[in-house]
């Protein structure tokens, strides 16, 4: 994602801008044309607006290599490359133009606007502070200051600068959607539904319905946001629309509709990952394990390394028969020389969960070491790890592994039970009986929150976003 995650700022060069010319005869400091020469440039610039780009050019060379401090020649020139996209061979003429001509507001304006588009927003920035100074009524200056502050990860500064924009053309979509990014961007949601609010009816675009329903989910307006979201699917229906439609019916698990879109994406954009990963998820909510388990088998086939996809599939399979075969491929994963830790613990439980021979069991071990070795802080490796040497009964080993997967998750009630149990057979009845204790307030408290599972499922499609 670029720094406005998934919207985008409408960016447009020059719009307005440069509507005017200055036709006086030479800036300050500068030689007047001849009578000649000026009716040579008012040629030049007919045949500019009137598309004929090769004679404009042609005269405005010969007039420049006489008159190379000129800022209306440079400007004109500067005007027609980066009309023809030749910014940076347009950039040197804007900059004569602002040197000849420093008060300016129209060179400084054109400057700032090419170097938003060249992508070097400090510079872009400076001219245009400059050039709405010299004229504070251009809104297109303003919004051309918004986007420089939005390319340097300043919504902050960009904000007020769309919002002046907005207010010298209050009816311009563009304007209006970007200043609700930036809004949304540092935490203005309520602003930001009230910019978008002011796009004339029939002109949001499929960006700004996604975004509006961005805001709209922000302010826990969610059968909105929904409605927004379809929307933007309904008038594009692109990857990006699909999914954000998609994500939005899993947070609100209305898993039938949140299945039916990702199908459907999935359909449409074959090669697409996220769309079959959040179909994996819908079924998994709608309690369909096993279709939900070929879903994210398949994936994690095509892509062994993704942690996510074998964390997900190693959830489904725990709620699956030991002996499910989609869940195999947990452990063929595992036995690859490049370690997936979320494929490596849940292979591991896999092997536990089941009656297994020796062998297994030290593959099992050595998959555990290798995960908690990648990543300490993986409670649930430990667990395993503490189980796996209570089955080969090194009680010390085993009591210490469960001290270390309780430390980092402190309300995880099978470790606690299990912790117990080790001390027990280490004869540390304080320790068993206290163990015992923070099991039960720890069961009750799993209890209650049946649906963590779930939400954490969610979660982890929503963020791989």
């Known amino acids: 994602m670029d720094i406005l995650s998934k919207a985008r700022i409408a960016v447009w060069l020059l719009a307005g801008v440069a509507a005017s010319r200055l036709f006086a005869n030479g800036g300050q400091g500068q030689a007047a044309m001849s009578p000649a020469d000026r009716s040579a440039f008012n040629q030049a610039v007919a045949a500019m607006d009137a598309g004929q780009t090769q004679q404009a050019e042609t005269g405005l060379r010969g007039l420049i290599a006489r008159y190379p401090a000129n800022g209306e020649i440079s400007e004109e020139l500067g005007l027609l490359y980066a009309g023809g996209g030749k910014l940076e061979q347009a950039l040197p003429y804007f900059e004569q133009a602002c040197k000849s001509e420093p008060a300016s507001a129209v060179n400084h304006a054109n400057l700032g606007a090419a170097w938003v588009k060249l992508n070097r927003p400090r510079q872009a920035a400076a001219e245009l502070k400059i050039a709405t100074a010299l004229d504070p009524n251009n809104g297109a200056t303003y919004s051309s200051l918004g986007q420089a502050y939005m390319l340097l990860q300043d919504a902050a500064d960009a904000a007020p600068a769309f919002a002046q924009a907005a207010r010298l053309e209050p009816s311009n979509a563009d304007i209006l959607y970007n200043w609700a990014v930036a809004l949304n961007q540092i935490g203005r949601a309520a602003q930001a539904e009230k910019a978008l609010a002011q796009i004339p009816e029939g002109e949001?675009?499929?960006?700004?319905?996604?975004?509006a329903g961005d805001v709209e989910e922000a302010l826990g307006h969610y059968l909105s946001a929904a409605e927004h979201y379809r929307k933007a699917a309904t008038e594009n229906p692109s990857e990006?629309?699909?999914?954000?439609?998609?994500?939005?019916?899993?947070?609100?698990?209305?898993?039938?509709?949140?299945?039916?879109?990702?199908?459907?994406?999935?359909?449409r954009y074959p090669e697409t990952a996220h769309l079959k990963l959040e179909l994996g998820v819908a079924l998994y909510g709608a309690k369909e394990f096993p279709a939900a388990a070929t879903q994210f088998a398949a994936l994690l086939q095509v892509n062994p390394g993704n942690t996510t996809y074998a964390d997900m599939l190693g959830r489904t399979c725990g709620e699956l028969p030991a002996d499910n075969a989609t869940c195999a491929t947990l452990e063929d994963v595992a036995a690859r020389p490049a370690s997936n830790v979320a494929a490596d613990v849940y292979a591991a439980t896999r092997v536990l969960d089941r009656p297994h021979a020796s062998a297994d069991l030290d593959h099992a071990q050595a998959w555990l070491l290798r995960a908690t070795a990648a990543n300490p802080k993986m409670a649930n490796a430990w667990y395993e790890l503490g189980m796996l040497y209570a089955e080969r009964a090194d009680w010390p080993l085993c009591a210490r592994v469960l001290e270390k997967a309780i430390a980092l998750r402190p309300d995880f009630a099978s470790a606690h039970y299990q912790l117990a149990a080790a001390y027990g057979h280490l004869n540390d009845s304080a320790g068993r009986k206290r163990e015992l204790a923070l099991f039960q307030a720890a069961n009750e408290k799993e209890k209650r929150d049946v649906d963590s599972k779930v939400r954490d499922m969610v979660t982890f499609a929503a963020n791989a976003r």
């Open 240 to 267: 990006d629309n699909l999914e954000a439609l998609c994500t939005e019916y899993l947070r609100h698990w209305a898993w039938e509709d949140a299945r039916r879109i990702a199908e459907y994406g999935a359909t």
């Open 204 to 211: 949001m675009s499929d960006e700004a319905e996604s975004l």
